[in-house]
């Protein structure tokens, strides 16, 4: 885990121990082995926003040579049995709640709870055979991770409906649902833009996501807005950046990356609008992306697509829903609001809303503590 600085699901993590410990819980996140660099200045071992965390291995730093890297996973996994055993004999274990991409990992924690006898918890955030870009032997453990995980857990949190439907029916008594969350605290006073020297609409996105990325490009060349900009929060890959230099707009683009929260929560809540793509496959159904929550917080509006967890909380109210994948039709939703900055701000201030009730991480905190009851 890539904790404390880690991405979607690193963040999700954080905001769900921060959850349980608004109910007088302690929480201790385990690391298995170091991925940061020395210029993040993320100690071995400390507290982040309230949430204590260990790197088993012994260090944060990700070495270079990949023989220390896997002697340092080998020192990571017994560490990691040995935190269980001391907090076990200590008293303090109540339970784990388990955040891995890897099914593997799934086997080995859902042995551990067994040996000392607590509640195993997998969070479950995405339906990984959907992703095609995965080949070799990371698409068959993925298979088995799709298949399989729900038999190797006490309880289970899903972030969408579409991956209950796919647990077996003997555990749906056992599962809790929580969607995409935030702070909002964080959002409170952002701070006028700083950052653009225009009005601009906003995408984040991993770099994994190029096609969707394309897709927003292409949607804001045919806009073709002379007075508006395009930001895009992502990494400046090689393929971006010819992208960008062919379109007839790229003194209209301009991409951001690694730039400190504080400048992103000030570019969400200044934008014209958050621009965030479903697309009608499985991947998109099963996964509900972590900007939704943060997007929401923003109080701007927010053009997305009528796709999985989206029907759930989103309707023309509160949002700039598109019917189809389509370019064209995410351009004449930049247009309308353009052309009616009021009834945009009517959508924006129920989009906050649907947020604060839905995606606040503080809603889910007594649920949390309960998942973990071994009734």
Not at 126 to 131: K, L, Q, V
Not at 168 to 191: A, E, Y
Not at 266 to 288: G, W
């Amino acid at each position: 885990m890539q904790f404390p600085l880690g991405q979607a699901q690193v963040q999700r993590q954080l905001l769900i121990a921060k959850a349980i410990i608004l109910e007088g819980f302690d929480v201790t996140v385990l690391c298995r082995y170091g991925i940061h660099s020395e210029s993040d200045g993320i100690s071995n071992e400390g507290f982040f926003e309230g949430v204590h965390y260990i790197y088993c291995s012994g260090t944060s730093i990700r070495p270079d040579g990949i023989f220390r890297r896997n002697l340092l996973k080998l020192k990571g996994v017994f560490n990691e049995y040995r935190y269980y055993r001391k907090f076990s004999k200590n008293g303090q274990l109540a339970g784990a709640l388990v955040s891995t991409n890897r099914f593997y990992n799934i086997l080995f924690y859902y042995l551990l709870g067994k040996i000392f006898g607590i509640i195993t918890v997998v969070d479950n955030v995405e339906y990984w055979t959907a992703n095609k870009s995965i080949k070799g032997w990371i698409r068959f453990d993925k298979y088995l991770y799709d298949k399989l995980y729900f038999h190797f857990t006490d309880k289970i949190i899903c972030i969408s409906d579409f991956l209950i439907s796919k647990v077996n029916t003997v555990r749906k008594g056992k599962i809790l649902k929580i969607p995409s969350i935030t702070d909002f605290d964080k959002f409170i006073n952002p701070g006028t833009n700083t950052l653009v020297n225009a009005k601009y609409f906003l995408f984040c996105g991993s770099k994994a996501y190029s096609e969707i990325i394309d897709f927003v490009i292409s949607s804001f060349e045919i806009l073709n807005h002379r007075d508006l900009a395009l930001v895009l929060v992502t990494a400046k890959t090689p393929g971006l950046i010819e992208r960008i230099n062919k379109s007839k707009l790229m003194d209209r683009i301009q991409v951001m990356t690694d730039i400190p929260y504080n400048d992103l929560v000030n570019l969400y809540t200044n934008s014209e609008a958050l621009i965030i793509p479903m697309r009608n496959n499985n991947q998109d159904k099963a996964r509900f992306p972590h900007k939704i929550g943060e997007y929401c917080a923003a109080g701007r509006p927010i053009i997305t697509n009528k796709v999985g967890e989206i029907n759930n909380y989103f309707n023309e109210s509160n949002s700039y829903l598109c019917s189809e994948y389509n370019t064209r039709e995410y351009a004449e939703a930049m247009s309308r609001i353009i052309s009616d900055p009021v009834h945009a701000q009517k959508v924006a201030e129920q989009s906050f809303q649907t947020g604060l009730k839905h995606f606040n991480y503080k809603s889910y905190s007594k649920a949390l503590v309960n998942i973990f009851d071994k009734k």
